[in-house]
């Protein structure tokens, strides 16, 4: 049976198992980043926890059955030029490994939909690393189209 999935927001008590996740999902994500190793955990952590009332971003738990399965960092600003509508962009989205392909990141990312629809968000959008296959796999499944391609080099 599909795992009872909802988002639960990080409270500043839980600020330390949020960046121990943090962690395991960078060291996963560097792997297939030919950037990978420039910034640390401890630069996300300061970098996200700085501002983090002005910057638009939220911390949710993925919960499965009311067990913590994972995390998404939502950031939300209004859109530019015309900033009568907001974009929100899903910055970082795991879910442990033990708790894949069983619907549970799906049922996040719906959940997440379902919080915006209801906020009148013109779009969310996600990042993907061009080498991250079963992150493209998962996006395309719930909808989501790539719109651009981002080119990257040293200068
Ligand atoms: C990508 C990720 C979030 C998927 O989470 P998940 O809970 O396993 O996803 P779901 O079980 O809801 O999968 C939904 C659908 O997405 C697709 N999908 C998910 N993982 C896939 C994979 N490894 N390969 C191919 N397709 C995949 C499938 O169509 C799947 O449906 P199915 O299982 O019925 O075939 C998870 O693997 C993860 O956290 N990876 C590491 C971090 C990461 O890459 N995050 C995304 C950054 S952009």
């Known amino acids: 049976m599909a795992p009872s999935v909802r988002l639960r927001d990080v409270r500043p008590e839980e600020q330390d198992a949020f960046f121990e996740a943090f962690a395991a999902y960078h060291t996963e994500l560097d792997a297939?980043?030919?950037?990978?190793?420039?910034?640390?955990?401890?630069?996300?952590?300061?970098?996200?926890?700085?501002?983090?009332?002005?910057?638009?971003?939220?911390?949710?738990?993925?919960?499965?059955d009311g067990e913590r399965a994972g995390f998404a960092v939502v950031q939300t600003l209004p859109d530019?030029?015309?900033?009568?509508?907001?974009?929100?962009?899903?910055?970082?989205?795991?879910?442990?490994?033990?708790?894949?392909?069983s619907g549970v990141g799906r049922a996040a990312v719906e959940a997440i939909l379902a919080d915006h629809r209801a906020r009148g968000t013109r779009l969310v959008e996600a990042a993907?690393?061009?080498?991250?296959?079963?992150?493209?796999?998962?996006?395309?499944?719930?909808?989501?189209?790539?719109r651009a391609r981002l080119t990257a080099r040293r200068p």
């Open 32 to 64: 297939l980043d030919d950037d990978a190793g420039v910034h640390s955990v401890e630069a996300y952590r300061a970098a996200l926890l700085e501002d983090l009332e002005g910057s638009g971003r939220e911390l949710w738990w993925i919960e499965a």
């Open 80 to 101: 530019w030029p015309d900033d009568r509508t907001d974009v929100a962009e899903i910055t970082e989205f795991y879910v442990e490994p033990r708790f894949r392909r």
């Open 128 to 146: 993907i690393l061009e080498r991250n296959g079963a992150a493209r796999a998962f996006w395309a499944t719930l909808g989501f189209e790539a």
